[in-house]
């Protein structure tokens, strides 16, 4: 074989190489981007330019309409400090207990708040930040009435709601007292008030609310049930969102504001810390 008859098989070889390589690598290339992580929310909402913050707005002082008919409430104060930090617009998706996980399931929000407690049968569905807000139950009474714990409650009435299993919280504790059911919070509420009930059990921040509304209502400091941490709900399985989350709650805590905004709503500063004492 002469020079030149080497020189077009080394091109011919070479260019085969080439054909095989790229050949080879297609393939390869396909499947890395058909097996690649789905793009987090974080990014997801960076692009879009708008946040959907799936909230309750049906709970106040945690998420309701005002006057005007916005959004308005901790959540959404906590919401719109969140779309700030991120540059982007807010919107607030009402939600209910029963489509909290749903919705993220099926990319309807992004994240939810909705007095929304961590606990492990939930975990089998979707992701948790670290808490932002930490509630119990406690009593709510009258500030002249003398009641500052369940153990004071000895022959007096509890207002709670009807279907609700508050009072035993009271009876458990082995203290005898009579047990007033209401078709609402409000009734409950009204009762204590009026002096037809000594106390009513609830929520810690609902009451701490509802004596913020009148001063002449106070809420005993005790913790009648286990804590309950609430937090951020996310997508299983997202854990950038969730860790910018947990960064924009750090940073928040903080700094005071959450603590601020909390009082601005619920009348008191926070009662518990939030991370649990072991």
Not at 35 to 41: F, Y
Not at 64 to 87: H, I, Q, R, S
Not at 210 to 234: C, I, M, R
């Amino acid at each position: 074989m002469n020079a030149t008859s080497l020189k077009l098989s080394a091109k011919a070889l070479a260019g085969a190489l080439v054909l095989l390589a790229v050949a080879g690598c297609t393939p390869t290339e396909e499947k890395k981007e058909a097996g690649a992580a789905p793009q987090s929310a974080l990014q997801t909402v960076l692009q879009r330019g708008t946040l959907r913050v799936g909230d309750c707005l049906s709970f106040a002082p945690f998420g309701f309409y005002d006057k005007d008919g916005n959004p308005d409430g901790y959540d959404v104060d906590l919401a719109k400090a969140l779309a700030k930090e991120m540059g982007v617009k807010l919107e607030m998706v009402n939600t209910t207990s029963a489509n909290r996980i749903p919705n993220l399931q099926t990319n309807k929000v992004d994240v939810v708040f909705c007095n929304f407690t961590r606990n492990l049968e939930r975990a089998k569905e979707i992701g948790f930040t670290n808490p932002y807000v930490v509630a119990s139950e406690a009593m709510l009474v009258r500030k002249n009435s003398g009641i500052q714990s369940a153990h004071d409650m000895a022959g007096k009435t509890i207002a709670t709601v009807k279907g609700s299993t508050n009072g035993d919280e009271v009876r458990n504790l082995g203290i005898d007292v009579k047990i007033q059911e209401y078709d609402s919070s409000q009734a409950a509420i009204l009762a204590v008030k009026q002096g037809q009930a000594d106390a009513m059990i609830e929520d810690n921040n609902f009451l701490a609310y509802q004596a913020k509304l009148d001063p002449s209502l106070t809420v005993t400091n005790e913790a009648l049930v286990p804590l309950e941490y609430n937090a951020f709900g996310v997508k299983q399985g997202d854990q950038v969102w969730a860790n910018y989350l947990n960064e924009f709650l750090f940073e928040i805590n903080a700094s005071g504001e959450n603590a601020r905004l909390y009082e601005k709503w619920f009348g008191s500063k926070p009662r518990y810390p939030l991370n649990p004492q072991y």
